[in-house]
């Protein structure tokens, strides 16, 4: 469950469209509709962008540089 803390809002928005599309294809019996639902659920399970091929994945989220050495100079 701790992988779950560190989705970003955009993650957990494509999850609640896609959740959102399964349940009205399975209320309504409409292909496109469980179509589109899979598709934004497993963007989000797999953090996917756009397309599937790589070249528009979302960019991992950096670490801080804990950069604690203070630097001064004489001012004179």
Known sequence: ?????HWPWTR????????AF?????????AFALGAGAFFSMQAILNTGCC???????????????DNEL????VK
């Open 71 to 74: 630097t001064y100079h004489e």
């Open 22 to 30: 399964i349940g009205q294809g399975f209320a309504s019996s409409e």
């Open 52 to 66: 599937f091929v790589g070249s528009c994945t979302p960019v991992p989220a950096r670490e801080p540089i804990n």
């Open 1 to 5: 469950m701790t992988a779950l803390r």
């Open 12 to 19: 957990w928005l494509r999850l609640g469209i896609g959740l």
